[in-house]
């Protein structure tokens, strides 16, 4: 499995299965679900150079799935998040809830993101703040009634 491979690996396929969701070279929703889940696995790593790969993918894999895996996905990125997390990890959710918003309908924001944004724009690591308020600009335009 690929979570359980050499970081190298793990790069390498994050590369290709960002390559394949992104130019939609996969179709198949079940496969991209199943690849969706593999990068929600992935993204319990550490390692910079995974992360930023697997996001990638696990950004664009959203776009298949139901609204319960939507919402599932969308705790598992706030989850990146968390204080506990590691710097590296919580850039990364920085940046996926940032990029996930467009998958909200206005009035279906999960319960919690917007406090998690919120906090994250409070982070002690200024790297965090910055991430976030990179995205500042898609999260009010896809929230403004």
């Known amino acids: 499995m690929i979570d359980k491979s050499s970081?190298?690996?793990?790069?390498?396929?994050?590369?290709?299965?960002?390559?394949?969701?992104?130019?939609?070279i996969i179709e198949d929703e079940g496969l991209i679900r199943q690849i969706h889940m593999t990068a929600s696995k992935v993204l319990s790593t550490w390692s910079q150079e995974v992360l930023f790969e697997w996001r990638q993918v696990f950004k664009l894999?959203?776009?298949?799935?139901?609204?319960?895996?939507?919402?599932d996905s969308t705790e598992r990125g706030m989850k990146l998040c968390d204080k506990t997390q590691p710097l590296v990890t919580r850039l990364n959710g920085a940046y996926l809830l940032g990029k996930m918003v467009k998958y909200f309908e206005q009035d279906q924001v999960p319960l919690g993101w917007a406090q998690?944004?919120?906090?994250?724009?409070?982070?002690?690591?200024c790297e965090v703040r910055q991430e976030i308020a990179r995205y500042f600009k898609t999260i009010f335009k896809h929230l403004r009634p």
Request: proline share 0%; no cysteine; hydrophobic share 40%.
């Open 7 to 24: 970081e190298d690996l793990q790069v390498e396929a994050g590369r290709a299965f960002n390559s394949m969701v992104r130019d939609i």
């Open 61 to 71: 894999s959203m776009r298949v799935l139901s609204q319960q895996e939507t919402r």
């Open 116 to 125: 998690k944004v919120t906090i994250m724009s409070q982070d002690f690591n």
